[in-house]
């Protein structure tokens, strides 16, 4: 039985928003730095956040879990100190999260990421 629509963002959408991180390609591009990176990203976040996230907020951690994993590719490539490690570049993103709750437009609305 049908009983209508979800409200949530679709696999596809999920998938077109990804698609265009993975194409500017700030994983790769070391002489960025976390502020140039959050002033385009935020543009795109809180677009997205509004529309998909109206009725439906928790329904984008997939997504913002998907853009934390480009961001922690990016620490790896920009500091060669973590050597390889995620863990540790997360512990790092987690400590910038910590001096500068304000960064990124969804470090304001998920907190517990």
């Known amino acids: 039985m049908f009983l209508g629509y979800d409200c949530a963002i679709s696999q596809s959408s999920q998938s077109r928003i990804v698609g265009g991180w993975k ?7 070391s002489t960025l730095t976390i502020q140039k990176i959050a002033t385009r990203i935020n543009q795109q976040m809180v677009g997205v956040i509004r529309y998909y996230g109206k009725f ?3 329904s984008l951690q997939t997504l913002v879990r998907r853009f934390h994993l480009r961001l922690a590719k990016w620490v790896l490539n920009k500091y060669k100190r973590f050597k390889g490690s ?24 998920f907190r517990t990421m």
């Open 86 to 109: 995620y863990s540790k570049a997360y512990r790092w993103l987690h400590t910038i999260k910590a001096s500068y709750p304000t960064l990124f437009y969804h470090w304001q609305l």
């Open 56 to 58: 439906k907020l928790w």
């Open 23 to 29: 194409q500017w390609r700030f994983h790769k591009d």
